[in-house]
């Protein structure tokens, strides 16, 4: 589905990804396979939907956070299965991140709510019981088990190596007698004035300093015989637990499909936790997929709900419906724009089948969703006006044929009056004539009824807002948050949409005078009175 | 090994559980006062964990090209270095792993047969400073880090113990090696603010010559108090300045314990004695020369 950068940001785009952001490799790999449902989809996006609100009704936030946080803290085993597979004998610490991942798996298993199997359990218990032996601690280690060979080498290994320590010490001991000064890594150093005549056999002298000289020891027959036979020991350790770490690999690589399967599902169930927990936290519902009247009972626009409680303010979910085109009027600050973004962003969940926030939805999946505003120009229209940025992307939304929901604020807003509502007249006739779907606010009166068009309207305000302004805007927003009755209605073709600009504007602390001035320019123009400037 | 018992006595009497050594430069024998603590656990059977800040330890360094000691670790050990660096043979025991470093995430392993290892540890402060925590839940005993010459940032916010490395490489002369130890010294051990003045100037980033400069012209016997020692980047003369005219503090105070001397380098070799004497004179600690088993 097409969704451009403005129009993005302009329905909760950003919020949406950020709230369903994985937090894993898989979810971020799963993330990446996904796509949005087309036109035609409508079943598999509903599936798809239904499957989300099942996970939501069966199991809690806590449940689902506590699933996410096991798969966001699971080893990624991938690249190691990959190199098992290829035959590649596997370092200890893989072996400790495949015990670690098959931990991890258990845990997701045992929370994970609809027990879905992640993969075929005989796959993972065989993984697993490989990997036992080196496991009886919480690490991993390449234990004597893993090869019928590997205790007596090991023995034989560690008995060398006392014997060599044992022969070394001794004679490092002997030269350090002889010599009088302390041997250390084989190296020891002798002071000119305290030096004996001659050094001792099996010493050498390999730097003189002006005050004292470095030796070192050169062993005799007997420790450089533990040293060799200790060598010899080692290379046989060193052989067999090759060997065991190649058949342990061997073991975990005929599973290494099963793993990679058993990732991709921990991704799948990654993001299955983030869309549940997305529709429990807004009472989300499955829609249903429509091609005809688009609506919504009890819609909620999330990022700004969220920010309105935040600041400890209501939020009024919204229940409007229309068919094709409809145009969208009411008073300044009255949740118009609001209104519009809940249209795109529950058309947007529905593109990628996920429940929506409202009580009910019907809803189309549409190949595109376009945000028209005079503040959305992009990088390219930086230097054009308002309306030329505006006009840009109109042009833009008619070039293309797929199917769209059209969301227009405020279209020709800055240009000329009666230029302006002629244009929108002619976009909204066009947008009707294309069959597209589409939200259409403004302030200009009488678009509906020259349109043929649905005209619906913010309810308004309840009552006149409180007179006295204040230089406190918390309190401004609250009072009018409190006159304000958000709901969108259908109206008549010919209702005048109401503005309120004056009261708003006293509202929010516009000099008295200047209101004042307003209110009697308004009556005059209402009268017909000549206007008492020149202008 | 008794001058080797010597300094891991001398540091274990300062009561922590890490016990850090730095060097003043490269090749002044910081590996081998880590061999000699190592050794000195081992020999009174105190179980030890030990890591790095960065690379060392390796057969030959990275940066130089010289032959530097491995460390050679027995039995029950625990390691923290990058995985890579992990012997494939005889096997370790893996435990946990935990910070990312270039060569892989940093491995936490019990030694199971003796084994030769070269010791990799998380390349920043921060990553050292939960590396050591991360040690100090897993390993029982002292822990023992090898530090780094530009890295004491990581001695900063801990309570550890910390050993001065110095010596030949450091300076062509006595004087000058014991000067360079003693400036380092001084500006580690840097004592605590005890709050008692509500005056004090506090600096939260870095205290460098300009700040230093400005503090000794402006503010004359004020308290002036850093986060911790590793954040004073003032040397010489102008440290010396600093202390004399101001009170220097720290909310977070290194305990320096003792030092250890080298007295060879690659451009030549300075009289172990006079070295010992001397390093021990200009910082007021307990020196040792561990190769030469001398202590002053």
Not at chain 1, 323 to 347: E, H, R, S, W
Not at chain 1, 380 to 393: K, P, Q, T, Y
Not at chain 2, 40 to 69: F, H, M, V, W
Request: aromatic letters at 4%; a neutral charge; proline letters at 5%.
């Amino acid at each position: 589905m097409m969704v451009d950068a403005a129009t993005h940001a302009a329905i909760g785009g950003a919020w949406l990804d950020a709230v369903l952001a994985p937090r894993s490799d898989f979810g971020r790999r799963a993330a990446a396979r996904e796509r949005a449902y087309v036109p035609g989809e409508e079943d598999l996006a509903s599936e798809r939907a239904r499957t989300t609100v099942a996970l939501a009704a069966a199991f809690d936030a806590a449940t689902l956070e506590r699933v996410r946080e096991a798969i966001r803290w699971c080893p990624d085993p991938t690249a190691i299965a990959a190199r098992a597979a290829a035959g590649d004998p596997l370092a200890d610490a893989d072996f400790f991140e495949l015990g670690r991942f098959v931990d991890a798996l258990e845990l997701v298993r045992s929370q994970w709510p609809l027990g879905v199997p992640l993969a075929p359990p005989s796959a993972l218990d065989a993984v697993a019981a490989a990997l036992a032996p080196g496991r009886e601690r919480r690490g991993f280690y390449l234990a004597d088990r893993f090869d019928a060979e590997l205790e007596t080498v090991r023995r034989l290994a560690a008995e060398r190596q006392a014997v060599l320590d044992s022969a070394r010490s001794a004679f490092e001991a002997s030269v350090a007698a002889m010599v009088g000064a302390s041997v250390r890594d084989g190296e020891f150093i002798l002071m000119r004035d305290g030096r004996a005549a001659s050094l001792p056999p099996n010493v050498r002298v390999i730097r003189e300093a002006a005050t004292y000289i470095v030796c070192e020891l050169v062993y005799d027959d007997r420790t450089l015989a533990a040293l060799s036979a200790r060598d010899d020991a080692h290379s046989n350790v060193a052989r067999v637990e090759e060997r065991a770490r190649g058949t342990l690999s061997a073991a975990i690589g005929v599973h290494a499909r099963a793993i990679v399967a058993v990732t991709e599902r921990l991704g799948e169930c990654e993001r299955e936790c983030a869309r549940a927990a997305f529709a429990l936290a807004w009472n989300a519902c499955v829609p249903t997929y429509t091609s005809g009247a688009i609506g919504w009972e009890n819609a909620s626009f999330p990022p700004l709900a969220e920010a309105l409680v935040q600041r400890g303010r209501r939020y009024a979910p919204l229940s409007f419906a229309w068919d094709g085109v409809a145009v969208l009027t009411g008073p300044n600050m009255g949740g118009k724009t609001a209104a519009m973004q809940t249209a795109g962003f529950i058309a947007l969940c529905a593109a990628q089948g996920l429940p929506v926030p409202a009580s009910s939805a019907r809803v189309p999946l549409v190949a595109r969703i376009a945000w028209i505003g005079a503040d959305d120009r992009d990088d390219r229209a930086a230097l054009l006006s308002a309306f030329g940025g505006e006009v840009v992307r109109v042009r833009g939304l008619l070039a293309g044929a797929e199917s769209t929901l059209a969301l227009v604020d405020e279209f020709a807003r800055t240009t000329s009056p009666s230029e302006g509502r002629a244009l929108l007249v002619a976009l909204v006739q066009t947008l009707a004539a294309r069959g597209m779907r589409a939200l259409v606010a403004t302030h200009f009166a009488g678009i509906a009824r020259e349109t043929k068009t649905t005209h619906l309207a913010i309810a308004g305000l309840l009552h006149a807002l409180p007179i006295g302004a204040t230089c406190d805007l918390d309190a401004a927003l609250a009072a009018l948050g409190e006159a304000m009755d958000y709901r969108v209605v259908a109206v008549g073709p010919d209702d005048e949409p109401h503005a309120d600009a004056i009261a708003l504007a006293e509202l929010l602390g516009l000099d008295p005078s200047l209101i004042a001035a307003a209110r009697a320019a308004l009556r005059r123009k209402r009268s017909g009175a000549p206007s008492a400037s020149n202008g | 090994m008794s001058v080797a018992f010597d300094l891991f006595d001398c540091a274990r009497a300062a009561g922590t559980r890490t016990i850090a050594i730095v060097g003043t430069a490269k090749n002044v024998g910081k590996t081998v006062g880590v061999r000699a603590l190592c050794e000195s656990a081992r020999a009174r059977g105190i179980a030890y964990a030990i890591t790095s800040i960065g690379r060392d330890g390796e057969t030959s360094d990275a940066l130089d090209a010289l032959p530097k000691p491995q460390l050679t670790l027995p039995p029950g050990t625990i390691v923290a270095t990058a995985r890579d660096l992990v012997p494939r043979s005889p096997a370790c025991e893996i435990l946990e792993l935990g910070e990312r470093s270039a060569l892989g995430a940093i491995a936490f392993v019990r030694v199971r047969a003796t084994s030769r290892f070269e010791i990799g540890g998380p390349p920043t402060a921060s990553g050292v400073r939960r590396t050591l925590e991360q040690l100090a839940r897993i390993a029982d005993g002292p822990i023992f880090l090898d530090g780094a010459i530009d890295r004491i940032a990581a001695l900063a916010g801990g309570d550890d113990a910390v050993i001065v490395a110095t010596g030949a490489q450091s300076g062509a002369t006595i004087d000058r090696v014991a000067a360079v130890a003693g400036d380092l010294v001084r500006r580690l051990s840097i004592a605590r603010d005890d709050g008692s003045r509500a005056d004090a100037i506090h600096i939260d980033g870095a205290l460098g010559p300009e700040r230093a400069s400005e503090l000794i012209a402006e503010h004359r016997g004020a308290r002036v108090v850093v986060t911790d020692p590793t954040r004073v980047t003032v040397r010489g003369k102008l440290f010396d300045q600093l202390n004399e005219r101001l009170e220097l503090r720290t909310t977070a105070p290194i305990r320096v314990v003792a030092c250890t001397v080298s007295s060879y380098g690659r451009e030549g070799a300075l009289d172990p004695r006079a070295l010992v004497r001397a390093v021990a004179r200009a910082t007021r600690l307990s020196t040792f020369d561990l190769f030469a088993g001398l202590v002053a």
